[in-house]
């Protein structure tokens, strides 16, 4: 399974910014879908997850403000951040996983796409 993310960028605080991974290599209506960042010096962590069958999941710190989607018929899954403030700085991964339970170890992964949330 390959994975690329895109998106990233330089946004103001309060700002939104947008997403994508394409999915290739495995029927995409298998994979349940997450995205993690990681910022400087700190561990990575879940941000959000859309599973086979749609239903969502979202990390506390971001729930309310990112929405993630999927779009089976183009093999992508989006991330859409509204009200970016600088904590949300780091570099974001889209994984892929045939098992609901899949620990982050055993997931497909993507490169990561830088997003800088500075004034």
């Known amino acids: 399974v390959q994975l690329q993310a895109s998106g990233g960028g330089l946004v103001p605080p309060g700002g939104s910014l947008r997403l994508s991974c394409a999915v290739s290599?495995?029927?995409?209506?298998?994979?349940?879908m997450n995205w993690f960042r990681q910022a400087p010096e700190k561990e990575r962590e879940f941000v959000a997850r859309?599973?086979?069958?749609?239903?969502?999941n979202y990390a506390d710190s971001v729930k309310g403000r990112f929405t993630v989607s999927r779009d089976n018929a183009k093999g992508t899954v989006a991330l859409q951040m509204n009200s970016l403030n600088p904590e949300d700085t780091a570099v974001y991964y889209c994984?892929?996983?045939?098992?609901?339970?899949?620990?982050?170890?055993?997931?497909?992964w993507g490169q990561g796409t830088l997003v800088t949330v500075s004034s």
């Open positions: 994984a892929a996983s045939t098992i609901l339970t899949a620990t982050p170890s055993s997931m497909y």
């Open positions: 859309v599973t086979r069958s749609g239903a969502t």
């Open positions: 290599g495995r029927p995409f209506r298998e994979l349940h």
